[in-house]
């Protein structure tokens, strides 16, 4: 199970690009980087997941360097409505989350 | 799109009493997770199920257990409450170990 450490807080405005990062220098090979968001007394909710390279969905964006110690989310043109908290996992896909420290993300208009 | 149910929602017991949180997991899911959050803290892994049976286990107290039903519903009993069992419980499910788990709204338990 990789440690992971992100900013603790990041603020932005609405309609900015946000990256995330969060490193993961003792990532196992088989360890998969999935990062969740989690709004304030809710679940915590997948957004991405990736092994290498770059992975893109609707809503984000994953940057994964080729030593894969450390990983970027991109959030495109935030909105207010993404205010929440960041998590970034590195460990088997799936099975036993392990969530720690993750970074809150304030969106101001 | 079916999502998954917690009940109760809301729950306030006493110190040393029981209590028992139910997870019904999307259609088709056949593993559940269970999670803990305190307040201000991050969710903490307590025990999984895939197929009924046990699969991951982590910080979960000796006075709670829990168990998978054959419609795939799972319910953790906890016991002897503590003051500090105050904390939001999640229930997450997935299709199959190792996929994208989906984690349902959670159970708010106060314990007075």
């Known amino acids: 199970l990789a440690k992971t450490t992100q900013p603790v807080s990041m603020d932005s405005y609405e309609g900015q690009e946000v990256n995330i990062t969060c490193s993961h220098n003792?990532?196992?090979?088989?360890?998969?980087i999935t990062w969740y968001q989690q709004f304030p007394s809710q679940g915590p909710r997948f957004i991405i997941q990736?092994?290498?390279t770059k992975v893109t969905n609707e809503v984000a964006s994953l940057f994964i360097p080729a030593d894969r110690k450390s990983s970027t989310l991109s959030l495109p043109r935030v909105s207010l409505s993404d205010t929440a908290v960041y998590y970034c996992?590195?460990?088997?896909?799936?099975?036993?989350?392990?969530f720690g420290g993750g970074t809150r993300l304030m969106v101001k208009p | 799109a079916a999502g998954v149910i917690q009940s109760p929602r809301h729950l306030i017991k006493e110190k040393r009493e029981t209590a028992t949180l139910k997870c019904y997991p999307i259609p088709r899911h056949d593993t559940v997770y269970w999670y803990q959050q305190g307040p201000g803290q991050d969710p903490q892994f307590l025990i999984s199920?895939?197929?009924?049976?046990?699969?991951d286990k982590g910080s979960i107290p000796d006075r709670f257990s829990a168990q998978q039903f054959s419609d795939y519903h799972s319910e953790l009993n906890m016991s002897s409450l503590e003051l500090g069992d105050s904390a939001l419980y999640f229930c997450?499910?997935?299709f199959g170990r190792g996929y994208e788990q989906y984690f349902g709204p959670g159970t708010r338990l106060t314990v007075t």
């Open positions: 990736g092994y290498k």
């Open positions: 199920f895939y197929e009924k049976m046990q699969s």
């Open positions: 996992l590195a460990d088997n896909a799936g099975n036993m989350l392990t």
């Open positions: 003792n990532i196992a090979t088989n360890d998969y």
């Open positions: 997450a499910s997935s």
